[in-house]
């Protein structure tokens, strides 16, 4: 059985693919690398892909698929995969080769140890298109380092920081008990993926080191804001997802477990929130109204949470002047961090 099964979905991908999986390979016998070939048309991805299952036999599977969308690609890499771990990267990222060595090198000390890890954390680092200084997201502040920890033994989160998919490595076994199932042809579900699991974690492990490169800034990618804008009914699917579930097992949930899961699920309502605002016609702005009200019959917990936070505050002005002063601050945040 392998350590770690990382799973790459591509989708005509043949541009960056090289890049992301050598840097993959870096971490030899231990890694299965599942490369998912969600249908790809338009290039010569399909070919790349088997030219590295064939050279590297042992480590790279492909699987070829009809077009199911990001979901439905990492979906098949946790139906697929046999390692003790798993992992999504993204096939125009790449992980640093030193950071991946070193953290399989902890993962095999904790798979000897006395107890399992559910998740295990790292740092990711914006490599933004243009930008010489990268952004790196680090949670110092909240979670213990290098050594397992609980959900009682961590500090909440700031309203700057959230978990995001490029930040977890997760046993698999925690994302087959969760029952995760990312919906089909939907994009933004990586905000699914690194909340739904979460309810079935119990043991943590963060190391404060930058492994996993986001790259963003090209025209085309899903995290442009204006392709964000454009795909917005995706993003409020998403979003009433996660709403639903937090609904369903919110109750089940207790302590730090559920006010991380809250701030999680907070930190999706506001991006929403602002994509609303930032399109800012009146239907998007009922939109946004049927949002908040969803959320606040569902969730009443995490929504008293946020509705009275500053942030809360900031999501639901009431006049056009408030909309800019919030918008305002959004571009300044990301102006600092430079999510997108």
């Known amino acids: 059985m392998k350590l770690l099964t990382v799973?790459?979905?591509?989708?005509n991908s043949e541009s960056y693919m090289d890049k992301c999986l050598e840097s993959l390979l870096a971490g030899g016998d231990?890694?299965?690398i599942i490369i998912v070939d969600d249908g790809s048309t338009k290039d010569r991805t399909p070919e790349i892909a088997d030219e590295y299952a064939a050279k590297y036999p042992n480590i790279v599977k492909?699987?070829?698929?009809?077009?199911?969308g990001h979901g439905g690609a990492v979906n098949t890499g946790i139906e697929n995969a046999t390692g003790l771990y798993f992992k999504v990267v993204d096939s125009d990222d790449w992980v640093d080769e030193g950071a991946f060595l070193r953290i399989l090198k902890t993962l095999e000390?904790?798979?000897?140890?006395?107890?399992?890890?559910?998740?295990?954390?790292?740092?990711?680092?914006y490599e933004k298109v243009?930008?010489?200084?990268?952004?790196?997201?680090?949670?110092?502040?909240?979670?213990?380092?290098?050594?397992?920890?609980?959900w009682e033994d961590m500090d909440p989160?700031?309203?700057?920081?959230?978990?995001?998919?490029?930040?977890?490595?997760?046993r698999t076994e925690i994302l087959r008990e969760s029952k995760l199932r990312l919906p089909e042809h939907t994009f933004y579900v990586d905000n699914i993926y690194a909340f739904v699991p979460f309810s079935k974690v119990k043991t943590l492990y963060y190391t404060n080191e930058n492994l996993y490169r986001y790259y963003i800034g090209r025209g085309d990618q899903s995290v442009n804001e204006q392709i964000m804008m454009s795909r917005i009914d995706q993003q409020i699917n998403v979003n009433n997802i996660m709403i639903d579930y937090m609904s369903e097992f919110g109750s089940r949930l207790r302590g730090k477990k559920k006010k991380f899961m809250a701030h999680e699920l907070s930190i999706i309502m506001v991006?929403?929130?602002?994509?609303?605002?930032r399109i800012g016609n009146d239907e998007a702005l009922q939109k946004k109204k049927e949002l908040w009200k969803r959320f606040k019959e569902k969730c009443p917990y995490t929504y008293k949470k946020l509705r009275y936070s500053f942030l809360g505050q900031a999501m639901l002005p009431t006049t056009?002047?408030?909309?800019?002063?919030?918008?305002l601050g959004y571009k300044i945040c990301n102006k600092i961090y430079g999510f997108n």
């Open 130 to 150: 243009g930008k010489k200084k990268k952004k790196v997201m680090r949670f110092v502040k909240s979670f213990p380092q290098d050594k397992i920890f609980k």
């Open 320 to 327: 056009k002047m408030g909309r800019k002063l919030t918008l």
């Open 7 to 11: 799973t790459v979905p591509c989708y």
């Open 271 to 277: 991006v929403t929130s602002v994509l609303l605002m």
């Open 30 to 32: 231990n890694v299965e």
């Open 157 to 170: 989160l700031d309203a700057a920081h959230y978990v995001l998919m490029h930040d977890v490595i997760y």
């Open 109 to 125: 000390n904790i798979v000897k140890g006395p107890e399992n890890v559910d998740v295990f954390i790292a740092n990711h680092v």
């Open 62 to 68: 492909v699987i070829h698929q009809e077009n199911k």
